[in-house]
């Protein structure tokens, strides 16, 4: 079974397990274990194998003898004994907003449904209402989240979610003086790749006035609910985006809750209890009923003997028991980086010329940019020859004869074919400043196959990066069958650098592999892909995955000065080559 089908197995178990009333951190345990086992950088059958599934994050013995049953089977027993009590339809309810697992489990007992479409049928025809505890309007929302559900995908790309989010506050805080403070919040702070909907904080102490500013806002189709402190809406764009707002001195606290992942919120409280305080939204509170409210977000962590917390890695993946160690790490930073090593030009697939990239990228603050447009092999995008690549070196060379504060690099994007042999042979590839090696076809060939494709270019001295090595896009493509743990490796053992694909739609490699690749000491290189000026600002969602994953900024390539990156280079070739000097 592929780790994917088994944390699909204990997702449904957390859910069935919420709809039947259970305890609530033993459902908390079967989900935590799902999502870790599913961003596992490996097999999870080779844990198994090493007699290391404790290891993973999540996983007690319990859990581990049902993995085990699920490897050496194929079947589990408890899932499905609990399949007898909770239909797998009646789990698929929760995913209508506004239903839980006790309306769910009301919906099932007493209607019979089991699919979102027979709750569209029964709402339609005026039969949720009779329900205890539900009524017409509970039935109105019901239908309205499930017309949502039918318009949108499950989850929200970060590229989308993020400026849809900072253009919301920025228009709030100008349509109302009595805002004080604002910020993004829930997944979307934590820089997931993909989101739920857009939750938003404010501070202020006329909640009723900054809640009608928001729902005036241009981008708001239509108001969804309204109450004393919250207020969710529909934009025009699909998106459902929800504002919070809090007094002024409990902002720290609420800002700290909504923020925080589930498991790592938990583990705070459970912190808290053991120093005689209980942990809220609104603050810490004493047995003696007295409160520390908390104004400023830390505060909550000073107060339970923590450094604060990058909201990246809110995770519960380590970063409590870290920082309680005193060895957070400090994470790479904009300012960080130097330049940007994958950028393309209307010389293949880009929309704009060599002179308007290296302005844009000069405009940013950047010392160098790297042209890496593609090269033959990908007729689709109008890739380079041989010949055109060496007819593009000449306007570089006189676009860098005007500048003494910034350089233009001429690289390539080198298409890794589908038999696994390169695009350019070495002598071609010796004479540019850099190179990235990319798989953008045959992306479905076998493990084995597509895997030995990518360590055929790792291992070649003039190949610096590896791009987008997992292949995916968000919502369209799943990532290839490529061994992401055996490239990894080879990238450590070679020196070659993997990408950070910053494109919102890409974000590959991923956070979790990012971290594993920050493990073996491998150099990461957070591209933006620009394929127009405007796409060099992609590179804020690559930064947000190398901080995910635990990066800083010695992990990270071009953090590295123009001199320094030269060296490397330099040095790596000289290294595979057996050439000193």
């Known amino acids: 079974m592929t780790n994917q089908e088994i944390a699909e197995i204990f997702e449904r178990i957390g859910d069935m397990l919420d ?52 490897l050496t089977t194929g079947r589990l027993g408890f899932y499905e004994r609990l399949q007898d009590q909770v ?17 769910a489990k009301l919906l099932w007992e007493r209607l019979g449904v089991q699919s979102v479409a027979e709750v569209e049928e029964a709402a339609r025809a005026g039969r949720l209402r009779t329900l ?85 806002l241009p981008q708001v189709a239509e108001v969804i609910l309204s109450g004393q402190t919250k207020t969710s809406v529909r934009l025009h764009n ?34 808290a209890q053991k120093q005689g305080l209980s942990l809220s939204e609104y603050g ?5 009923g007295s409160e520390i409210r908390c104004p400023e977000e830390a505060m909550v962590y000073e107060t339970l003997g923590l450094p604060w917390i990058p909201p990246e890695l809110r995770e519960d993946r380590g970063e409590i028991e870290a920082a309680l160690a005193g060895k957070l790490p400090r994470l790479v930073e904009g300012s960080d980086i130097q330049g940007d090593l994958h950028a393309h030009t209307d010389w293949s697939d880009g929309a704009n010329t060599l002179a308007e990239m290296a302005e844009a990228a000069r405009q940013r603050g950047y010392r160098y940019l790297v042209i890496s447009d593609h090269t033959q092999g990908l007729g689709i995008a109008r890739g380079l020859s041989p010949e055109r690549l060496q007819a593009q070196r000449v306007p570089i060379d006189a676009l860098n004869a005007q500048w003494d504060d910034f350089t233009l690099l001429q690289g390539c994007e080198l298409e890794i074919k589908a038999d696994g042999r390169l695009d350019f042979p070495d002598e ?15 992306l479905r060939q076998d493990p084995e196959q597509i895997t030995a494709r990518i360590l055929n270019a790792i291992r070649n001295p003039y190949v610096d990066v590896i791009g ?9 493509r799943e990532e290839s069958a490529a061994d992401v743990e055996a490239i990894i490796q080879a990238a450590a053992e070679t020196g070659t650098a993997l990408e950070i694909n910053s494109t919102p739609n890409r974000l590959d490699l991923d956070d979790v592999h990012v971290r594993r690749a920050v493990e073996l000491g491998v150099k990461l290189a957070i591209n933006s892909d620009a394929h127009h000026t405007g796409g060099l600002d992609s590179l804020i969602y690559g930064l947000a995955t190398a901080r995910r994953g635990w990066a800083t900024a010695a992990d990270i390539l071009n953090t590295l000065s123009l001199e320094e990156l030269r060296a490397w280079r330099q040095a790596r070739i000289a290294r595979a080559t057996g050439r000193a000097g």
């Not at 309205?144 to 228009?171: C, N």
């Open 19 to 70: 709809i039947l009333g259970e305890n609530r951190y033993k459902v908390l345990a079967y989900r935590r274990a799902a999502e870790n086992i599913r961003h596992l950088p490996r097999d999870l059958r080779s844990y198994w194998q090493a007699g290391a599934l404790q290891d993973i994050p999540g996983i007690g013995p319990a859990i581990e003898e049902k993995i085990e049953e699920l």
């Open 87 to 103: 239909p797998v339809g009646v789990v698929s309810l929760l995913q209508i907003p506004d239903v839980g697992p006790k309306t």
């Open 132 to 216: 205890p505890g539900l009524g017409s309007r509970s039935e109105a929302r019901i239908l309205a989240g499930i017309q949502a559900l039918h318009r949108r995908s499950d989850r929200i790309p970060l590229g989308t979610a993020w400026p849809a989010a900072t253009a919301l506050l920025d228009g709030l805080r100008a349509a109302c003086s009595e805002v004080v403070q604002t910020a993004v919040a829930g997944s979307l702070r934590r820089m997931r790749s993909t989101i739920g909907d857009i939750d938003l904080l404010a501070a202020s102490l006329a909640p009723a006035t900054v809640m009608r500013a928001f729902a005036t």
């Open 238 to 271: 699909g998106l459902q985006a929800d504002l919070r707002v809090l007094e002024p001195d409990r902002w720290g606290a609420a800002l700290q809750y909504f923020t925080g992942s589930q498991t790592h919120n938990i583990h705070l409280r459970e912190m």
């Open 284 to 288: 810490f509170k004493r047995e003696d």
């Open 428 to 442: 071609v590839l010796a004479r540019l400043d850099f190179v990235v090696a990319s798989v953008h076809t045959s």
């Open 468 to 476: 987008h090595p997992s292949g995916r896009i968000l919502g369209q």
